[in-house]
């Protein structure tokens, strides 16, 4: 078992930043990479960001290429989710996911983020 808790998430004007923490516990030496996703009111939920977490390499969806950058601090077993130049379509909740071979099989709860105009 691995579990996630994510923070950070709040109300942002539009092109503001912030940063999304999430900080696994339980089997975290099995974990084999760990992502973002978002889901909006009446949108299906979608891929943002995710790293591998042994080797570090990130990978991103098109939408927040350039503008959100994954990372990850493994002595505290914690993944980021900087997230710059804020747009309204960038407003959701945000789902930190750990991958252990079982396709994102552990979530966290979610936290908000809100961009306003």
């Known amino acids: 078992q691995v579990q996630l808790v994510e923070s950070g998430g709040g109300l942002v004007q539009a092109g503001g930043s912030l940063r999304l923490s999430c900080a696994s516990s339980?089997?975290?030496?099995?974990?084999?990479?760990m992502g973002w996703f978002r889901q909006a009111p009446g949108k299906e939920r979608e891929f943002v960001a995710a790293?591998?977490?042994?080797?570090?390499?990130?990978y991103y969806a098109d939408s927040v290429k350039g503008r959100f950058t994954i990372s990850r601090d493994n002595a505290k077993n914690t993944v980021y989710l900087q997230m710059n130049s804020l747009t309204n379509a960038d407003t959701a909740g945000y789902y930190c996911a750990a991958d252990l071979g079982d396709n994102w099989g552990y979530w966290g709860q979610g936290t908000q983020v809100t961009v306003s105009s």
């Open positions: 339980g089997r975290t030496l099995s974990i084999y990479q």
């Open positions: 790293i591998y977490w042994r080797a570090g390499t990130t």
